[in-house]
Nanobody, 117 residues
Framework: QVQLVESGGGLVQPGESLTLSCAVSGNIGSLDTMGWYRQAPGKPRELVAAITSSGGTNYASSVKGRFTMSRDNAQNTVFLQMNSLNPGDTAVYSC???????????WGQGTQVTVSS
């Protein structure tokens, strides 16, 4: 059974930084991809960042240069370092594991990030 548990959300002021963590219990295959998504009220869920098992990353244009996704394979954990946060980054952030061979997606419970002065 695969479980994803996020942590690190909270309330910050514009310009501040925050780091999210997602701990995965269960196997992460060599072709599986992990991602961070976010959903703001009244908006569709959007992909923020994704990372392959080899460490290749891609980012949404709105966060490129400000957010960095990384992974610790030994700890089965991925991180999202978020810098220069602005109110537009306010959303529930969810961690995703996409299994390559079964195309099954696993999700964490989500963590709230609020950027406000």
């Amino acid at each position: 059974q695969v479980q994803l548990v996020e942590s690190g959300g909270g309330l910050v002021q514009p310009g501040e930084s925050l780091t999210l963590s997602c701990a995965v219990s269960g196997n992460i295959g060599s072709l599986d991809t992990m991602g961070w998504y976010r959903q703001a009220p009244g908006k569709p869920r959007e992909l923020v960042a994704a990372i392959t098992s080899s460490g290749g990353t891609n980012y949404a244009s709105s966060v490129k240069g400000r957010f960095t996704m990384s992974r610790d394979n030994a700890q089965n954990t991925v991180f999202l370092q978020m810098n220069s946060l602005n109110p537009g980054d306010t959303a529930v952030y969810s961690c995703n594991l996409h299994k390559f061979w079964t195309a099954i997606d696993y999700w964490g419970q989500g963590t709230q990030v609020t950027v406000s002065s």
